[in-house]
């Protein structure tokens, strides 16, 4: 069973950078597949940013060019660099860990969110 711990979130201005960390424990943190996703009030969760074992990358298309997710094997841990906040992108976040090493094969495990204000 793997934990996940988020940090990072915060209010911010639009225009602004938040950088979310997710530490992992309880199993072999670069075997798997980690993903970053969001939900807003009143909206499905949806996926933000994910990353495999092989450091391959996807993203929204609402975030491609100004979010980047990246991982540290050394550190169990990954991020998600956040920049040129819209306040579209307020909602709480959720780190995910991958069932394999890579996307297709779904999120298994949550982190308990983070939540990210951008304001107006």
């Known amino acids: 069973q793997v934990q996940l711990v988020e940090s990072g979130g915060g209010l911010v201005q639009t225009g602004g950078s938040l950088r979310l960390s997710c530490a992992a424990s309880g199993r072999t943190f670069s075997s798997y597949a980690m993903g970053w996703f969001r939900q807003a009030p009143g909206k499905q969760r949806e996926l933000v940013a994910a990353?495999?074992?092989?450091?391959?990358?996807k993203y929204a298309d609402s975030v491609k060019g100004r979010f980047t997710i990246s991982s540290d094997n050394a550190k169990n841990t990954v991020y998600l660099q956040m920049n040129s906040l819209r306040p579209e992108d307020t909602a709480i976040y959720y780190c995910?860990?991958?069932?394999?090493?890579?996307?297709?094969?779904?999120?298994?495990?949550w982190g308990q969110g983070t939540q990210v204000t951008v304001s107006s």
């Open positions: 995910a860990a991958g069932r394999g090493s890579g996307w297709s094969e779904g999120f298994g495990s």
């Open positions: 990353i495999t074992s092989g450091y391959r990358t």
